[in-house]
Every structure is written in C-alpha cells, then in structure tokens.
C-alpha cells in the first residue's frame, strides 16, 4: 500500500493540542471519517473525496494530500512548525541582547 503514502507527512494537533503526524491517504481518511458530523463542510467533502479517490488508485496520494493539508489549514488543526518557531525566537532574543 506504499502507493498512498505522503511524501511528507502532515503535522496536526489533535485531542489537548498534541502533535500527530498523518503520513498517508488512508490515515487522512480515517481522520476525516471521525470528524464530527456538526463540523463537516465543504472542504471536508473535498478531503475526503480526494483520499477516497487516493485509496483507489485514481488520483496521487499528494493529490489527497494537498487537499487534506488546505482542510488542515482551514480548521486551524496544523501543528506549528516548531524547528521555525525555535529559530525564531532564537533570532528575536539575539537581537534583543544586542540592543544598547
């Protein structure tokens, strides 16, 4: 089933806010399936349907992928980048302690 498999995976937060890597279409899939019935919308259709058609062979798992990051995105449920965020505030208090 290597054929579903993201080339990255995407990082989302789930239950407290913990970071859970999604690797494939089909864990996008399960995802997606228990998503809360109230919370289900169009671009939830569209993630699905793209992991579905993943599953299937008709469309490339990034395919499924793209769409399942922008549904991510959409609900606010994408993990920080945490690597940048370190840097980040790396470079902010380095630049503070320089300051006459």
Not at 31 to 58: D, I, Q
Not at 59 to 74: D, G, H, N
Not at 79 to 91: G, K, L, M, Q, T
Request: proline letters at 5%; aromatic letters at 8%.
């Amino acid at each position: 089933m290597e054929y579903n498999i993201f080339k990255n995976p995407v990082v989302i937060l789930v239950g407290l806010g913990v970071p859970s890597q999604v690797r494939s279409a089909t864990e996008a899939y399960v995802l997606l399936r228990e998503w809360p019935l109230s919370k289900k919308e169009v671009a939830h259709t569209m993630a699905l349907n793209a992991c579905r058609a993943a599953l299937s062979g008709e469309v490339e798992a990034e395919t499924a992928r793209s769409m399942f990051l922008a549904f991510a995105r959409k609900h606010d449920a994408l993990a920080p980048d945490f690597e940048v965020a370190v840097r980040r505030s790396w470079a902010e208090n380095s630049n503070i302690r320089r300051q006459p």
